[in-house]
């Protein structure tokens, strides 16, 4: 506890910003089914955010999302937002150009995007996240 509030003192006498409030919740839903999201609203900066595009009806996203929601569990600088596309003709899917799934978006701390992966791609989704969380 001692080092911690050491390194926190030292880190305001730097200058530098400390984030304030817990960490963003690990995975979270950010829309309605097929309603519209701000990407604003999605990345959280300084976290590596992966974002699931997905459907009540396509099986394979569950599938693949669970498998990357347990792949990140391990990473605290990495975060996941799902956004339901519905029935893929919404115009959540049309903004974000989703043509198939799974398909998971892939940011940088900084909130660029990195990586589009589409289908067995996406399971390289926490590996790629680690990287990108290891970058400075």
């Known amino acids: 506890m001692k080092a911690w509030l050491l390194a926190l003192l030292a880190l305001a006498a730097c200058g530098a910003e400390v984030a304030e ?32 595009f997905w459907s009540a009806s396509c099986g394979a996203c569950a599938i693949v999302g669970g498998k990357v929601e347990a792949g990140i569990a391990d990473q605290p600088r990495v975060i996941l937002r799902k956004v339901d596309v519905g ?43 680690r990287e990108l969380s290891a970058e400075d």
């Open 21 to 52: 409030g817990p960490p963003p919740a690990k995975a979270l839903q950010v829309n309605q089914p097929g309603g519209n999201v701000a990407l604003q609203q999605v990345l959280v900066p300084d976290y590596v955010t992966i974002v699931d």
């Open 87 to 129: 029935d893929g003709f919404t115009p959540v899917a049309q903004t974000f150009d989703i043509v198939a799934l799974p398909h998971f978006n892939v940011y940088d701390r900084k909130r660029r995007l990195r990586y589009i992966l589409i289908g067995n791609d996406c399971l390289r989704a926490p590996q790629l996240a």
